[in-house]
């Protein structure tokens, strides 16, 4: 089932949080770095107490089997040609690896879209590595689409 995550859930969360760094490493180890526990730590309790953040957990009997880091953002207003709107970033989303291919990442994905109806988000928006071509099948399985792409050029 999915719930707001609580400072509880902290040491779930992690554990999940380190297998996601891992893949995000392997994608681009030239620019994610190997970190400590407690920086994992620090990152995620942020979360937890920021009011514009939040972490929606997947509880199976008191087992953290996955996990959505959102934040709450706005264009303040519209500024100029930029009309105002709230809309939800997916900042992460990460599944147990022995727990894929079970809805847990369809679950809450439905979760954030309730948290986003709930802010009166415009929509949700999130970003994925181009190498992670089955995070992308997954995201467009439901209901995501290709908003824009992001180009860049290596100088180093």
Known sequence: MTRPADIKDLNGINVLHAQLHIQH???????????????????MAAYINDDRKDIIVYD?????????????CDTEKGRGEILPFVFVEVNEL??????HRQGIGTALLDAVKEYAK?????????GVQAENTGAQAFYKAN??????????YKLQ
Do not use: T, W
């Open 94 to 99: 990460c599944v147990a690896e022995n727990a």
């Open 118 to 126: 709930g802010k009166n988000a415009k929509f949700i928006e999130l």
């Open 143 to 152: 209901g995501m689409f290709v908003k824009n792409h992001k180009m860049q």
């Open 60 to 72: 199976k009997d008191g087992e953290i089997l996955g996990y959505a880091a959102v934040s709450v």
């Open 25 to 43: 490493i392997a994608y681009r180890p030239d620019i994610f770095a190997p970190i400590e526990q407690p920086l994992f730590d620090e990152l």
